[in-house]
Every structure is written in structure tokens, then in C-alpha cells.
């Protein structure tokens, strides 16, 4: 009995010592870094802004396209900046030091025999394992988001930034719910529809028939030049057996990715496919649009797409993975390969999500594949290039995934990867 009080008494002074310290020093420090980084929040939302302004000026993304891209920037700076105020450096905490080592100890003393259990000192069962630590940063971030829209079910912006959220973490039927939120508030709009369709595709294996099908015919009756919608319904026609169809989708989305290597890359790849298809079946090849075959014709494609080396910041990497843990992967994992800058935000610059199968391969990192206008591999010096094998499909890393990384790297270099440990 006597041990326990001495070391309770011990605690009690360690946490009021512990307090006394930013009590004397004063708040200073802590605000000066919370104003620094939603300074920097506000200014990467400005150029953001800015770069979508001048592009909606130009013609080049139409008004309903301007409208979502700015809510969504609109969001993200809401979500990021409403963890509370700046609190200004003040010294009025220091009259509160001689109230915490006078008054703390006789409170926790006097409560504990008023409302706890002193024989139970002796003798008391052992107490749970600690909670493991919380999940990553993007994870609370959703969280927080998902429980600001239960407060505020009528924010249509919100929606759509909770379920692009829960895409790229690779939850999918919460992104189906908000989805669905948002068009009950906004009607079928092609930037509603065909998200929800993707997300309702991937709860169902990739499968596109049924309401995902008949959700983009909409979007497309709408909107006929949507990259997405235009994907996706070659993607349907396919699964239904229907190459044709197909092609006069991806024909004519061809042009319309020339600034986008790598999904110009991808898309060349399924063409191929199914022009082999209809050439096996002794079947003529679609008409081909004249956009598409100048674009064709320039080398943005069917086949390889311009590498832009150096001069794009363009990072190309080799990815192989160690024979020694070729019966740890499954069909069914996903492989990530990530760009982030060697001494900054741990923000990736530049993401490719694939196949674990399809290893070896080599992809190409570059400014197309940015996830913000203001981060990009060209702006950095050095990088450090990840791959990663999921088996859960998250883009956030867990404890058992299969990794490799190399850095620092000069953008416009070549890189080799070998995924060959896991992650702790």
C-alpha cells in the first residue's frame, strides 16, 4: 500500500512538472507552426485555383468541370484548415502553475478515495493491452470529414470530396453511399454518375453491367466527351463481348489523352486487345475518327507513348520482386509505385496503381501523374521512389506489405526495384 501511494505520488508531481513546461515557455512555438502550415495550405489552393481559372478560360474544361474541380479544392482547404485557430502567444498561463501543484495532487487524491476502489490496489487484475496507435493522417482526415458531413448531410460539395476520399482508399462501398448522398442533392450529373458508377464497378470485381451500365449511358447522354464515361463504356462493351463497341468508345478518347502518357499508354493496350479480338473473329475495325488518328499519327496512342525523360522530370522505374517471396503474393494484390520528394511533405508527387501479376514491368513516373497542380516530380531535386505490394488494395501502407524503395533520385533518372522485405 504504501509503495503504491509513493509512486502515485511520484506520477502526480512528473505530471504536473510536465505541465508547468509550456506553461512557463508560453504557446508561441506551437501557433507559429500551425500558421505556417495553413498558410502554405491557402497558397497551394490558390494556385490551384488559379491554374484551373486559366484553363476554364482557355476552353479547355467546361463549366460543370470547373464548378466540381473548384468545390473540391474548395473542400480539401476547409478540411485541411479547420483544426482550430491560431491561438496567440499569451503568458496569462503562468498564474495557473501554482493551482496545478497545489490543487492537482489534492483533487486526484480526494477523488480516487471518494469514487475509486483503494482495496482493489492489492491484488487487481491486469489491465488491457493499450489501444494500438491510431490509423495514418489520411485516414483521420476521412474520418473527420465523413463525421462533419453527418452534421451537415445537405453539403453536396462535402460528398463528393468524402467519396473520391474513400476511392483512393480503395473503400469502395462508402464511396458508393456518399456518391449516392450527392446525387440525391444534385441530380444526375455526369460528374455524379459516372463516379458512382466506377465505385459501384469496383464493389462487383470491375464489373460494369447493370446500374453501373446504365448509370454512365446516362452521364454520356449528357456529357459525350467525358474521358471517364468514355473509358468505362469500352470497358462495358467489352465485358458484354461487343470489341466493336468498344472501340468506337476508346477511339475516340484517344485524342483526348495526349497530355497523359501513361493512361495513353494503358489505353493503347486495351485497343490493341481488342482489335486482335476482331481480327481473330475476321470482323472489320470500327472507323476510326479523324482526331484520333492524327493523334494517332503524332505518336500519342495505340502503342508506346513519348517517354518525356529529363526534360519532364519523368522518373523510369523497374519494378521485380524477390523470388524469395513470390508465394507471399496473390493474383488478386495491388501494386503501388510511388514518387515523393527526399526532404519535404510525405505527399506522393506521383502515384501508378497496378497489377502485383504483372511484375516485372516498368513504369513511368512523371508531372501528368501529380495529384496536386503545386506538387510535382519536376519541381523537386531528389526523390525517393517506392514500390509496394498490397494485399488489402489500400493506398495506405500496412503492417505485412511487401516494399522497396531507392533514394535519393534525380528526376528524369531510370531506377531498379526489387521488392525483397516487408513492412513492420
Known sequence: MTTFWILAAGLMFLVVALLAVPLLRGGRRSGEITADQRAQDIAIARERLEELRRAHQAGELSDEAYEDARAEIEVELLEDTEGGAVRPYTSGGRWLLPVLVLGLPALAVGLYLKLGTPSAIVGQAPTPAAAPRGAHDLESLVAKLAERMRRQPDDPRGWLLLGRSYMTLGRYPEAVQAFRKLRALVGDRPGVLVPLADALAMTRGGRLDGEPFTLLQKAYAQAPNDPTALWLLGMAWMQRGDATRALEFWYRLRPKLAGDPRDAAELGQLIARAEAR?????????????????ASE???????????????GAVRVHVELDPALADAVSPGDTLFVYAKAWQGPPMPLAVYRGKA??????????????????????????LRIEARISHSGNAIAQPGDLIASAGPVKPGSRVRLRIDHRKE
Open 357 to 382: 501479376s504483372s511484375l516485372p514491368l516498368e513504369v513511368t513516373l512523371d508531372d501528368s501523374m501529380a495529384m496536386m497542380p503545386a506538387m510535382r516530380i519536376s519541381r523537386f531535386d531528389a
Open 278 to 294: 476482331l481480327k481473330a473473329e475476321g470482323k472489320p475495325l470500327p472507323k476510326v475518327p479523324e482526331a484520333a488518328l492524327a
Open 298 to 312: 503524332k505518336g500519342t496512342p495505340s502503342g508506346e507513348s513519348k517517354d518525356k525523360g529529363a526534360s519532364g
